[in-house]
């Protein structure tokens, strides 16, 4: 069973960092394009950044300059290291992968189950 477990979350003051993880387990031949999206209440969830297998990068303009995403392939891993934080980064991070279970198998994309993130003023 393929699983995507996010960790790093947590309550800090406006000004701080963090630096999320996300592993992914289980039976899998390839991770394509991994990313971080956010909810925040009352709001739709949006793309944060995403980076390809390759290491191309993708960010959302609110967080330019501020945060940065990377990867581990090694160790299927995805990380976003979150700097100047801001109050209104203030949401559920979500990590996302599109993986392949075996050769044959179509591509897939799977979800972490969020982690919370909360910035105060």
């Known amino acids: 069973q393929v699983q995507l477990v996010e960790s790093g979350g947590g309550l800090v003051q406006a000004g701080g960092s963090l630096r999320l993880s996300c592993v992914v387990s289980g039976s899998i031949v390839s991770i394509y394009t991994m990313g971080w999206y956010r909810q925040a209440p009352g709001k739709e969830r949006e793309l944060v950044a995403d980076i390809s297998s390759g290491g191309n990068t993708n960010y959302v303009d609110s967080v330019k300059g501020r945060f940065t995403i990377s990867r581990d392939n090694a160790k299927r891993t995805v990380y976003l290291q979150m700097n100047s934080l801001k109050p209104e980064d203030t949401a559920v991070y979500y990590c996302?992968?599109?993986?392949?279970?075996?050769?044959?198998?179509?591509?897939?994309?799977?979800w972490g189950q969020g982690t919370q993130v909360t910035v105060s003023s």
């Open positions: 996302n992968a599109g993986l392949r279970r075996s050769y044959i198998g179509p591509s897939e994309v799977y």
